[in-house]
């Protein structure tokens, strides 16, 4: 029988339980044996609830038990987790987070200690939530050299952008709407400036490149300026407004940028709409897959995190390579790269062609007052040395190429 602590009995580990409840029996034959929750780490006691006799509150509890060879970390943050997921390696026990802030800081450093200790620090669902991204890089695609990774991986911010496009409506109205309906958090902060998106496109760039990308080297923008208007426009111009993550090789590193774009109707990320979260991969063998699915919510993610712990339980006392380096990966400067950009301002279009020369204007004729117009192809550091010199910007937006 295999035994297992969940620490955090929040929406996840919650989840947790219930698919290894649920699918006890599958999940069973898959590991060849049993598996039992024998404790849950929780700062409450949850009386009256069928788990309250599994309850603990001391981490150290579980890390000196010897019955435990697998523990699930599901409380979120930093700290404690770290210190919690770090004594549960160092006392001999493997390890499975859905925890992406978590893994984009100390991920290396966990990954090392596993090894140290012949054991397994695993993290499928820190990215994507159900969309089995990370095994598929580790495992399916060690074949290639992965040279783009582009996605949509926030569902709260493609949910409120899907809404934006599909009823017309405002970004606060929406926002109000999604919190209304569970799929925004009360502080939506992390999810509509990017910074969640910002976590997951460094751990991906981490595990391609098998060094680490520190998180606050990525130039990451958020959703909070996108409004009606720019709907309207892209609506014109036949084009969809994704927040995208996205990794490019240049060289021996990456250019890593987290940023609302114009997205074409062939864009394979084009039609992923509400909730919903994909992964686009290109490598230089496999060519372009794409990983598609439930990025979020309670059962997904547990998924995920469960089928972590079938991996850990087939793997007892032996230590699974995963090459990710702490040596600090220098990744790109963004503003080398070259694109074109959608750009609305109250300047006048003899202005407009002065400083951007040929452009293509776009006419809203909801929109006055105004004029938009797609630059011609330039990199990013020319861009903002026009725009200073225009003056009157009220939007830039990137605009996909491809
Ligand atoms: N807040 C995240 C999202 C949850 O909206 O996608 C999964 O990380």
Redesign the pocket.
Known sequence: MIKIAVMGYGTIGSGVVKVIETNQESICKKIGEGIEVKYILDVRDFEGDPIQKKVVHDYQVIAQDPEIAIVVETMGGVEPAYTFVKAMLLAGKSVTTSN?ALVAVHGSDLVATAKDKNVNFMFEASVG?GIPIIRALNSCLTADQIEEISGIM???TNYMLTKMTQDGSGFEEVLKEAQEKGYAEKDPTA?IEGY?ACRKIAILTSLIAAQQVDFEDVHTEGITRISATDILYAKKMGRMIKLLATSRQVGDTYTVIVAPFLLPKEHPLYNVNGVFNAIFVRGNMLGDAMFYGS??GSLPTASAVVADVVELAKHIGRHIELAWSPQKLHIADYRQQAGRFFVRTSAQRAEVENIFGEVEYVDVTEVAGEIGFITSEMKESDYEHKAEQLGNILQMIRFHSE
């Open positions: 992406k939530g926030n569902g709260t999810d969640d990025g979020a």
